[in-house]
């Protein structure tokens, strides 16, 4: 993690060159931003770098306080956070957000299973994606300020039993973190789904609660989870894990437009960058592990194939019962089949 945060310094101390610090004094208005994640995480650093461009550009405007790890609320009570005014940003994943949102879960679908980063991200950050974003500010009463944020591959883990195929999955207790979408693809494997906030998972794997978690391997470092019990890793790249930075509606309607602008463009001005340290430090994490005596086994591709073909045929059924918009479906389909996608 120790390169993971020179990276951030280096990159910030680029971006923030580009502009010089306002020096008129200003009164302030609270920004805060809740995270459920530790400050070690990718998520945090890079919320710290936004916040550090953010005040580049607008000085004092602006007392912007991240609260990491669940201090403020969880992940999945951020969206009624913000509709109570309880606080102003939040950045949750979208796996948190298809009960209020059902069409954040489309990543988590079966034809986005073992998708490579560069696809998603095409995808995502295009039609399919903003056509999402428009009906998340509806429906939420929010604003998306940009691009989503990586947090990477999920991919299955277990404290005794050896993960070395898919058939290992069978009767196994699996940890998941949300969405309807993550516990149909547990059950079509074999294993059985069962909910855990992230806080609550250290404690829940010491004690036996579960065998098994699906997590990233960054996020397994950031929380230590070897000491926890966890030696196994079975990589198959469910889905890409993004965070989606929304900000509570009553607080943006009340700032100046150059206020407005400079939240927008601070965002911008960081994600290309935090999309490369979340990379980086997803390999980063591999190798921690394995130094942890953490046994890992990749999925063949062919293997990936076969496992997104079989659980192509619960989509359907899961569009309908979460209540997906047939069009975006229809379309992250299209563009995933042109981009060789294999089905």
Known sequence: MKRVRTAVALGL???IAL???HGAAFAQTKMRISLD?????VRNISTEAFAAVLKQRIGDKLAVEIYPSAQLFRDRDIPKALRQDAVEMGIPGTWQLDGVAPNTAIQTLPMFYGVDEATVHKIMDGKVGQFINKRMEERL???ILGKWMDLGFQHFYSVSKPIRTYSDLKGMKIRF???????ARIKALGGAPTLIPWPDLPLALSQGVVEGVTTTHQSAVTAKLWDSGLKNSFEDFQYFGQYVPMVNLDFWNKQPKNVQDALVASWNAIIVHER???HDAQIEARDTLMKHSMKIVTASPADIVATRKHL???????VKEMKI????VDLALKELKAAGVKF
């Open 325 to 328: 918009d047939a069009d975006a």
């Open 276 to 278: 490369q340290i979340a």
């Open 37 to 41: 994640t530790n400050a070690s995480h």
């Open 312 to 318: 192509m045929t619960t989509q359907a059924g899961l």
């Open 141 to 143: 009463k929010v604003k």
């Open 177 to 183: 973190p949300g969405g309807s979408a993550n516990a």
């Open 13 to 15: 101390a680029g971006l």
């Open 19 to 21: 502009w010089l610090p």
